[in-house]
């Protein structure tokens, strides 16, 4: 059971890549290791004021790639992390990998190490697709280290990227196949966005691509759901689909408005009803710690009709969706009172539906879901 007021949730954020993949806006500097030392000594420098023995239910290691990391620097990671922290029994310990960092060595060091859970970011088994997103694996490479992943840790999970230019609704299907037959407990689908700032960005105003129409992107989207249920995995979240049991619980933690502890550059947290961002620049954030300033960028301590409203646009993502009850005695608000147009409007339009007890997205609400919790800010 989790605790609303105590958290027993924490991530961590590892911030380096061998380089920078075009579409990727994420927190992170790439060919720039020679900042992992300091990095390392700015988290044990971070977490230096916490206890010890602090019990963890959830513990995920994001990035960047954590996995960039060698054996002997994310041994010094997990020397911090477990200064002040320690598994629950029935704990889950996530890290998200690339497929070229993971030799046999390291996974027998994660398992080791108590990771129970690898997020593995695969994104195509098509090399022209690999190509295009500049991942710098091939198709062929993923197949052994996913076997070789499952036979030591066996919560592994598959990132995949749909609605990519010049990617078929055939090719798509393909993909998921793919991924079926390798038979992983948890995948995780998104549509390729293209976002400010990264080379793609240019490259599309620049008329070197056009993304696919949205009726492909959409038609993809919903053959997922389709294929996946079919295939057992259970669509639990807008972007995810798990086998019974495997639902990534720490980011349930996010979903459901849990507290969370929060490290790295870029890393948010949530504790005592209060908001933290860090800073995003790698570079400032180690400064602002080097310099025993705070790296913080961003503070917001949510009113109650706030924490509601916030519960509204988190818990819509998760296709359980918001129980009405829980809701009401959690937020101390009526959900229809709260936002009977926006509930209104959604269910006209097929977007939400309503159950007895439950308010949740439709299908086709999943594929518009930014543009429906909007209307419930
Ligand atoms: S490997 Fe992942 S985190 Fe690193 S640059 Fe590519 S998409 Fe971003």
Not at 37 to 63: V, W
Not at 167 to 172: C, I, K, N, P, R
Not at 175 to 198: F, R
Request: charged share 25%; glycine share 8%.
């Amino acid at each position: 059971m989790l605790n609303p007021s105590f958290p027993s949730s924490a991530y961590f954020h590892v911030p380096f890549c061998q380089h920078r993949c075009g579409y990727c806006d994420f927190t992170l500097v790439a060919q720039k290791d020679h900042l992992i030392e300091a990095y390392l000594n700015a988290m044990a420098e971070q977490t230096a004021k916490l206890g010890e023995g602090i019990e963890l239910k959830t513990l995920f290691l994001g990035g960047g790639t954590p996995t960039h990391l060698s054996i002997d620097q994310l041994s010094r990671l997990f020397e911090t992390i477990f200064s002040h922290f320690r598994l629950a029994e029935e704990y889950e310990f996530s890290i998200e990998a690339n497929p070229l960092n993971l030799s046999t060595e390291k996974i027998d060091f994660l398992k080791q190490s108590g990771v129970n859970r690898v997020s593995l970011g695969v994104q195509s088994f098509d090399s022209d697709i690999l190509t295009f997103l500049e991942r710098d694996h091939r198709s062929d490479q993923i197949f052994e280290i996913v076997k070789s992943l499952q036979s030591r840790i066996s919560n592994t999970s598959l990132d995949l990227i749909f609605a990519v230019p010049g990617q078929s609704l055939d090719g798509w299907k393909q993909t998921l196949q793919t991924a079926v037959q390798l038979n992983v407990p948890h995948l995780s689908t998104y549509g390729l966005t293209i976002e400010k700032g990264t080379s793609f960005w240019s490259r599309e105003k620049a008329g070197f691509f056009d993304l696919p129409q949205d009726e492909l992107a959409g038609d993809m989207y919903e053959f997922a759901l389709e294929f996946l249920e079919e295939a057992g995995l259970k669509h639990y979240e807008i972007s995810n689909f798990a086998r019974p049991g495997y639902e990534c619980r720490h980011n349930e933690v996010y979903w459901t408005g849990y507290p969370y502890y929060g490290f790295g550059p870029g890393a948010a947290s949530y504790l005592d009803g209060v908001r933290r961002q860090n800073h995003r620049s790698v570079i400032t954030w180690l400064k602002k710690v080097q310099a025993g300033e705070s790296p913080i960028a961003d503070q917001e301590t949510l009113a109650p009709e706030e924490r509601a409203r916030e519960a509204i646009i988190f818990g819509l993502r998760r296709r359980a969706g918001i129980n009405r009850r829980e809701f009401q005695e959690r937020y101390g608000f009526d959900l229809h009172q709260l936002a009977e147009t926006a509930i209104q409007t959604n269910v006209e339009a097929g977007l939400l539906e309503e159950t007895d007890t439950h308010l949740k997205l439709t299908s086709a609400g999943c594929l518009l879901a930014d543009s429906v919790v909007v209307d419930f800010l």
